[in-house]
């Protein structure tokens, strides 16, 4: 079950999570920032199965179709801060339906 953020269940599993969601996003802020993401945007997806995910949108205005563009990039383990690399285009309409 996917689980987003300023929910209750999401609350829940920071309680009980040993890598809490700020340490998570500090952990793909490094990993972002290693590997020169510079022109895209941070975003926080979800959190399902034991894993924080991250990943980008683009700026609209780089686009030949003036369209933003969705990148699943990285999960985060909430037990041990490992990341482990998704790399993978979605559509935004996926997470919207699911909030």
Not at 38 to 46: A, G, V
Not at 62 to 88: C, M, P
């Amino acid at each position: 079950m996917r689980i987003f953020e300023n929910t209750k269940e999401f609350m829940e599993v920071q309680n009980s999570s040993e890598v809490t969601f700020e340490q998570a996003k500090m952990l793909f802020l490094k990993y972002h920032n290693e590997n020169e993401f510079k022109e895209l945007d941070i975003l926080f997806y979800y959190f399902e199965n034991g894993y924080y995910y991250f990943g980008y949108k683009t700026d609209p205005t780089h686009d030949k179709q003036n369209r933003s563009w969705y990148f699943l990039e990285a999960k985060v383990n909430a037990k041990t801060g490992e990341i482990v690399k998704e790399d993978k285009q979605i559509e935004w309409t996926e997470i919207e339906n699911e909030k």
